[in-house]
Structures are given as structure tokens and as C-alpha cells.
């Protein structure tokens, strides 16, 4: 069994690699060829263990999967929040065939299925984009949105200075000639009139609502994936054409769902839309204020594990053995 590791993914995984991987994923969930089956949470006092597994029962990426993930409270400088690795099994033995580390694929396939909704959902003129939230998704979802708007504008919110300093640092050295990165020291301030707002916070209550936001902006809301945690206020998702990325995970896990349903009724939960209906080429955004709601379901790792191990092999790359 080989282990591919962060620089080897990352040489292939380019944003475009990510979005095609992104929408397979999408796909294979609307056409019933993904098995989905509930992520596990194991809690300690020092942080948790996630386990989401899956099946793929058609096609190139066919075969079972499983993502490992340990995320501690602890922070240590230099290395990511969420480690561990994907593992895919051969379709016909069984046999473990290769291993992925975790935190760079769930980095550049969460970005990627924002790009790919993004995409369908914006504006196809969108300039304007503010983060909210300066760790390595908002990185990640910079680098995403590049690859598929012509952005003049970037605006960084973090409730980590420091945070948003490194960030913006780096975003300055990467952004193409033109466009202007600045901080803000107010969510407000840095969504007003974006045309894309990005959510990778972690924040546990919500940052972002209604009145802050454009009349057409489009929202990815990421940060908040797992139960307990808010980052939108429900007025967000009220005024707005709500996508989820896997409704059965979306209503089991996301708080910000939840609430919003809870609030608003049956209306509500009826007028919600599934984010694979996108892959239509006949599929158009409704007008006004568009919401992409993900907390990450187990096909995008399966997908994008299957497609980095091919293109590795395409390029010849050495491999690690595990």
C-alpha cells in the first residue's frame, strides 16, 4: 500500500484537477451511486476522531473508502488542525491500496466543491470576494475562487489579527496583478457588496446576517460543519436560494440548518435544494442572494483520493510507501 503525502498531492490536485473531482462527487450522489453512511464523532477531553466512510458503487472511483481525521484543541504552530489520512480499498479483494493524507485532501476538495457551486451560483462578472476567516481553508478557497472568477477585490475578516496578517501576506504574493487584498476589522465591512462570501471561521455562534449581505451575493458556508457551531444567522438562508451539498448530512449535522428550519417551517425545508442538481447544464441559479450550505460528505475524499492516485501515476511520481 502506498501513502501519498501532502507535497505529492498538491502536485497534481491543481484547483482545476479539484473542481472536476468535485462535481464527479456531486454526480455520483445525484445519480444514487454513492452509499452513504453516517459520520462517527469520538469525542476526548484533549479533541475528537471523525470516521467517515463510503461506497462508490459504479464507475472509475467504484469501491469503498474511509476517512480517519483527528482534530485537538491544542494548537501547534507550523502544523494543520484536522490530521489523518483517506484510505481506499481495491473493489474486487478488499485489499487496502492506498493511503492519502486527510488534511490536504479535505483542504482542496472543501474549496473545490465551493468553487464548483460558486460557479453555477455567482455572478459570472463576480470581482468582489470576502473571507471570513484567515486559516488554511481561507487559503484554500482564495486559491479556488481565482480559478474560476476574475476577481479584483479581496477583502480578509478574523477574529485572529495575527491570523489575518498571514494571510494577507500570502494572498498579496498570490493574487494576479490588480487585484487589491485588504484586512477588515468588521464582518460587515468586508461583506458589504461582495459579490462572494466565503465562511471558514470555526465560529461557534453565528458572525454573518442578512442585512450585512448584498442582494445578489453569493454564500459558501463552510466553516460551521459540524453540530454546535453557527457561523450564519437564519435571516442569511431566509432571503436566499439555499444549496446543500448532502441533505441527509446537512439536516443530521448542521446546527445553522436546523435553526433555520425550526424557525421558518415547512416552507423552508421544502424550498431547499440539492447542490448535485447544479451538474445540469440545463441548471440556472435563481436570481437574488444564492447560499451553499456544506458540512462534507465522504465521496468527495473517495473521488479525490481515486483521481490524485491516477494522476500521480500519469506523471510517474515516486510514492511514499505507508
Known amino acids: 500500500m502506498r501513502f501519498y503525502s501532502d507535497a505529492e498531492i498538491r502536485r497534481v490536485f491543481t484547483p482545476q484537477q479539484a473542481l472536476r473531482a468535485a462535481r464527479q462527487a456531486f454526480e455520483l450522489l445525484g445519480d444514487g451511486h454513492f452509499v452513504f453512511y453516517p459520520r462517527q464523532v469520538y ?26 481525521i483527528v482534530v485537538t484543541k491544542a494548537r501547534i504552530d507550523g502544523l494543520p488542525s484536522h490530521n489523518g489520512v483517506v484510505t481506499i480499498f481495491d473493489p474486487d479483494s478488499g485489499m487496502a491500496q492506498a493511503a492519502f493524507d486527510a488534511s490536504t485532501i479535505t483542504e482542496l476538495r472543501t474549496a473545490a466543491m465551493s468553487a464548483f457551486a460558486t460557479d453555477r451560483l455567482a455572478a459570472p462578472g463576480a470581482t468582489t470576494l470576502a473571507l471570513l476567516g484567515a486559516g488554511d481553508q481561507a487559503r484554500a478557497h482564495l486559491a479556488a475562487m481565482l480559478a474560476i472568477r476574475p476577481l479584483r477585490r479581496v477583502r480578509v475578516w478574523s477574529r485572529s489579527a495575527e491570523s489575518r496578517e498571514r494571510l494577507l501576506a500570502w494572498a498579496r504574493r498570490n493574487v494576479p496583478a490588480g487585484c487589491v487584498v485588504e484586512g477588515c476589522a468588521a464582518v460587515a465591512t468586508a461583506v458589504a457588496d461582495a459579490d462572494i462570501v466565503c465562511t471558514v471561521s470555526g465560529a461557534r455562534s453565528p458572525i454573518l446576517s442578512g442585512d450585512m449581505l448584498a442582494p445578489h451575493a453569493h454564500v459558501n458556508a463552510i466553516g460551521a460543519s459540524r ?3 453557527e457561523e450564519l444567522d437564519p435571516s442569511v438562508f431566509r432571503d436566499a436560494t439555499v444549496y446543500l451539498d448532502c441533505r441527509a448530512a446537512c439536516l443530521e449535522e448542521s446546527s445553522e440548518i436546523q435553526r433555520y428550519l425550526a424557525q421558518y417551517g415547512d416552507a423552508a425545508a421544502t424550498a431547499l435544494r440539492d447542490a448535485f442538481d447544479l451538474c445540469a447544464d440545463t441548471a440556472r441559479p435563481a436570481p437574488g442572494r444564492t447560499v451553499f450550505k456544506s458540512v462534507g460528505f465522504a465521496a468527495q475524499d473517495l473521488v479525490a483520493a481515486r483521481s490524485i492516485e ?3 501515476q500519469a506523471a510517474c511520481l515516486p510514492l511514499m510507501p505507508a
Do not use: D, W
Not at 43 to 68: C, D, L, W
Open 43 to 68: 469525542e476526548s477531553p484533549t479533541g475528537f476522531i471523525g470516521q467517515m466512510p463510503g461506497y462508490i458503487a459504479a464507475g472509475a472511483h467504484r469501491g469503498f473508502g474511509v476517512k480517519n
Open 227 to 229: 453540530p454546535g457551531a
Open 310 to 312: 491516477r494522476l500521480c
